[in-house]
T-cell receptor, first 112, second 117 residues
C-alpha cells in the first residue's frame, strides 16, 4: 500500500481493548483514516483525523497520531465479537485529487 | 440518503474479454473513485472522476478506462482481461476536494468481485 504499513493480525478477548497500529512515510498527508471491512463487504469509514491533531475520540474509538514518528493507532475499547473484521489505515492528501493510499489491513479476531 | 451501489456484485470472465462495472454515487456526491482490491491486500487507486472528467490516475494501464455521467454515476471498463485482473473492484464517492466542498472522506460501495479464468 505504498508506504502505509500495518501488522497483519491481532487477536483479543471480548471485553478487552484492541490497539491496531499503522505507520506511514509521507509527511505531506493531510488526513488519516480508519476503515473497517467485514467479509464479502465494502469498506466502512470508522473515523478520520486531520494531520494537525494528536488525538480524536469517538465513542469506543480513540485515534492517536504521532506525527514525529509517523505512527497512527486505533484503540477500540470493550471489543465485541462484532468488531471482528479487517481494519485498514489510509492516508489521503487533498491536492489535485483525493487519492488514498491504503495499508494491507489488520485482521482483528475477537474471541468470546 | 442512498448509499453507493455497484453492479454486478459478482461476475466471471475469461482472459481477453472486456468487462464494464457500474456505480451509482451517494446522493449529493460529485466525485467517484475506483479502487482494485486483490485478495489479502488493501485497495489500490485506479482513477478518479470529478464532474465528468478524469481527475487523477493510479498506476494502471490504459486498458482500464472509465466514464462519469451527468448524474455522477460512473463506469469502469477493463479491456483484454488478464488473470491478474481478478479482484474486488470498489467504487467510492465523495463530496469533491475543493475548499468548501468537504473533507474528502470516501464512502464505498460493496464492490464487484471479478474472476478472470
Amino acid at each position: 500500500g505504498e508506504d502505509v504499513e500495518q501488522s497483519l493480525f491481532l487477536s483479543v478477548r471480548e471485553g478487552d481493548s484492541s490497539v491496531i497500529n499503522c505507520t506511514y512515510t509521507d509527511s505531506s498527508s493531510t488526513y488519516l483514516y480508519w476503515y473497517k471491512q467485514e467479509p464479502g463487504a465494502g469498506l466502512q469509514l470508522l473515523t478520520y483525523i486531520f494531520s494537525n491533531m494528536d488525538m480524536k475520540q469517538d465513542q469506543r474509538l480513540t485515534v492517536l497520531l504521532n506525527k514525529k514518528d509517523k505512527h497512527l493507532s486505533l484503540r477500540i475499547a470493550d471489543t465485541q465479537t462484532g468488531d471482528s473484521a479487517i481494519y485498514f489505515c489510509a492516508r489521503g492528501r487533498l491536492y489535485n485529487f483525493n487519492k488514498f493510499y491504503f495499508g494491507s489491513g489488520t485482521k482483528l479476531n475477537v474471541k468470546p | 440518503e442512498t448509499g453507493v451501489t455497484q453492479s454486478p456484485t459478482h461476475l466471471i470472465k475469461t482472459r481477453g474479454q472486456q468487462v464494464t462495472l457500474r456505480c451509482s454515487s451517494q446522493s449529493g456526491h460529485n466525485t467517484v473513485s475506483w479502487y482494485q482490491q486483490a485478495l489479502g491486500q488493501g485497495p489500490q487507486f485506479i482513477f478518479q472522476y470529478y464532474r465528468e472528467e478524469e481527475n487523477g490516475r493510479g498506476n494502471f494501464p490504459p486498458r482500464f478506462s472509465g466514464l462519469q455521467f451527468p448524474n455522477y454515476s460512473s463506469e469502469l471498463n477493463v479491456n483484454a482481461l488478464e488473470l491478474d485482473d481478478s479482484a474486488l473492484y470498489l467504487c467510492a464517492s465523495s463530496l469533491g476536494f475543493l475548499a468548501g466542498e468537504g473533507t474528502g472522506e470516501l464512502f464505498f460501495g460493496e464492490g464487484s468481485r471479478l474472476t478472470v479464468l
